[in-house]
């Protein structure tokens, strides 16, 4: 089975900084987009940023000139740099990923089970 797994958050004093990681295991025969949603208390998840597999990269607005989304294909994983981070972006973030199984199989999207960031002073 394919499994994602997001690691790095935490709590940040706004101003700061925070790396997410998340690593895709199980059998696949390739990642094409991998992106990071989050999802705040009390509203809905919303996209963050995505990546193609050759790096082609898209933010939401809010986090524009903010975030940094890359992916090391050798690895499986994609992170989710974060700078000048402020309360509202405290959420659940969710890494997620469209993944071959096969040559012949559709994509199919993965999701990750979460992680928490919290950004208060």
């Known amino acids: 089975q394919v499994q994602l797994v997001e690691s790095g958050g935490g709590l940040v004093q706004p101003g700061g900084s925070l790396r997410l990681s998340c690593a895709a295991s199980g059998s696949m025969f390739s990642i094409n987009a991998m992106g990071w949603y989050r999802q705040a208390p009390g509203k809905q998840r919303e996209l963050v940023a995505t990546i193609s597999r050759g790096g082609s990269q898209n933010y939401a607005n809010s986090v524009k000139g903010r975030f940094t989304i890359s992916r090391d294909n050798a690895k499986n994983t994609v992170y989710l740099q974060m700078n000048s981070l402020q309360p509202e972006d405290t959420a659940v973030y969710y890494c997620?990923?469209?993944?071959?199984?096969?040559?012949?199989?559709?994509?199919?999207?993965?999701w990750g089970k979460g992680t928490l960031v919290t950004v208060s002073s």
């Open positions: 997620n990923a469209d993944i071959l199984r096969s040559p012949l199989s559709y994509g199919m999207t993965y």
